[in-house]
């Protein structure tokens, strides 16, 4: 409420009582739906929030949490558009949740409202029966992949379950479901390697590795 006053000047009169007036809350905008929230979590490149349901000129905002810290993203609704979308570098590689509010043309922001979103996608693994290695004697290592590959697939192998750099690398060709890989040189005696699959179309992550083992160079009798 607020109190008003009045002073004539011609005639000059002193200054009225106070009239008591009343006044309503600031328009707060309406929360958004969950449902109306859309995550697309990517890999590789900038992750998508698609939002729907709105009006033009509102103004979308993203968070990080359910209260405080700043927008880490921002767009306004176009004019005769009911649906925005925004871009974050990176939510992250794992599963969570972001908090979004709209602000309506000459309204409040609205209460925030929590949307989930999923982890990003990672390759299926590879099947060790879908790997033939060739030990050979006096010329190149071979490595054959077959089964549940496509095209564009990238194929690592390591020397180690963990850690360091593929000795090995190949994508699929157009059209293909196999791939080879030449290696100088495995090692005389019997052993392993761990092959990963990353897709590329859709881009996921790089699958866990499997273990795939091979047997010694063959020793003439």
């Avoid at 060709?173 to 890989?181: C, I, P, R």
Wanted: aromatic share 4%; glycine share 10%; proline share 2%.
């Amino acid at each position: 409420r607020v109190f008003i006053t009045l002073t004539k000047t011609n005639p000059k009169c002193v200054e009225s009582d106070r009239t008591e007036c009343s006044y309503a809350a600031e328009v707060k905008t309406y929360q958004l739906g969950a449902g109306n929230v859309t995550i697309e979590n990517n890999v590789g490149i900038a992750d998508i929030i698609n939002v729907s349901g709105v009006t033009e000129g509102a103004i979308i905002k993203i968070y990080k949490y359910a209260a405080g810290g700043v927008a880490i993203a921002t767009t306004k609704v176009a004019a005769g558009k009911t649906e925005a979308k925004l871009s974050v570098p990176q939510l992250g590689v794992g599963a969570g949740r972001v908090f979004v509010t709209l602000t309506n043309p000459r309204c409040s922001e609205s209460n925030r409202t929590e949307c989930s979103y999923t982890a990003e996608a990672k390759t299926n693994q590879l099947g060790a029966g879908n790997v033939t290695i060739e030990n050979n004697v006096g010329i190149a290592d071979t490595i054959y992949i077959s089964g549940d590959i496509i095209e564009g697939t990238i194929i690592k192998v390591y020397k180690d379950a963990t850690g360091g750099s593929a000795i090995a690398t190949t994508t699929v060709a157009a059209g293909k479901t196999e791939a080879k890989l030449s290696i100088p040189q495995l090692g005389v005696g019997a052993g392993r390697v761990f092959i990963t699959l990353t897709k590329t179309n859709p881009r996921c992550l790089e699958s866990d590795r499997t273990e795939c083992s091979y047997s010694a160079e063959v020793v003439t009798n």
